[in-house]
Nanobody
Framework: QLQLVESGGDLVQPGGSLRLSCAANGFHLDDYSIGWFRQAPGKELEGVSCFSRSGGISDYYLDSVKGRFTFSRDNANNTVYLQMNSLKPEDTAVYYC??????????????WGQGTQVTVSS
């Protein structure tokens, strides 16, 4: 079955860190550009970051997460990660990874993860 499987969400105190994982089953993530999104309660889906297949000028982080969130790939394990440091209560949301085949992030995405809950609270 072709799917993205996410993990890593948790309850963490402000200032803490989490690493979200997004693993692909049935296809190779190194052929895909990756987007990370989040949806907070009562709010619309928000784009957090975009990383093109080979890395490039189209890659971006949402301004509010710049310097705190870092994307990485592990092609050997067919997994991508979002390292989140210095977490704030406003980072609380369900986080989704998405993959689109090709050199750049673009809609529509081909695959979506099931979402993982991140809660930042003391």
């Amino acid at each position: 079955q072709l799917q993205l499987v996410e993990s890593g969400g948790d309850l963490v105190q402000p200032g803490g860190s989490l690493r979200l994982s997004c693993a692909a089953n049935g296809f190779h993530l190194d052929d895909y550009s990756i987007g990370w999104f989040r949806q907070a309660p009562g709010k619309e889906l928000e784009g957090v970051s975009c990383f093109s297949r080979s890395g490039g000028i189209s890659d971006y982080y949402l301004d509010s997460v710049k310097g705190r969130f870092t994307f990485s790939r592990d092609n050997a394990n067919n997994t991508v990660y979002l390292q989140m440091n210095s977490l704030k209560p406003e980072d609380t949301a369900v986080y989704y990874c998405a993959a689109v085949r090709g050199p750049m992030c673009s809609i529509p995405y081909d695959y979506w993860g099931q979402g993982t809950q991140v809660t930042v609270s003391s």
